[in-house]
């Protein structure tokens, strides 16, 4: 039987939980944190795409988002919910892990290499 992959964009540093990532993992997703620098948005494309809500200060990226894929899930989660999913693992037997500190300027890092990386593919796809 082959194995369906599916792949989510993390949107902000509250989201890098390693009990969340495990949980996408666990329903099949390859996880990518757009806070780090491990990959580019020509490596794949998206099934979902999960901002913090507590991070976003504008909701026009997830326009353009749209327009870009719009074959792709589109979604924020408000803080006490992923909270809520981070208190779930001791229920489940597991470790919590705390989400790491942020600093004031990682969800806008995040949200400028998400656009950074659009506009090189939509250049790209000019030429």
Avoid: C
């Avoid at 795409?49 to 408000?78: C, D, H």
């Avoid at 004031?104 to 506009?119: G, M, W």
Wanted: overall charge negative; glycine content about 4%.
């Amino acid at each position: 039987m082959e194995t369906v992959t599916k792949t989510v964009w993390l949107v902000g540093k509250k989201l890098q939980n390693q009990d969340i990532i495990e949980n996408l993992e666990t329903e099949g997703y390859v996880v990518r944190g757009f806070h780090e620098d491990k990959f580019s948005l020509a490596d794949d494309q998206p099934d979902l795409v999960i901002f913090s809500e507590a991070e976003i200060k504008g909701f026009e990226i997830l326009v353009r988002l749209r327009n870009f894929y719009p074959a792709t899930t589109i979604m924020s989660v408000p803080e006490a919910q992923i909270e809520k999913m981070i208190q779930k693992a001791p229920e489940r037997g597991q470790a919590s892990n705390k989400v790491p500190e942020s600093g004031p300027d990682d969800f806008q890092e995040s949200v400028n290499r998400l656009i950074e990386s659009i506009l090189k593919i939509e250049d790209d796809n000019e030429e």
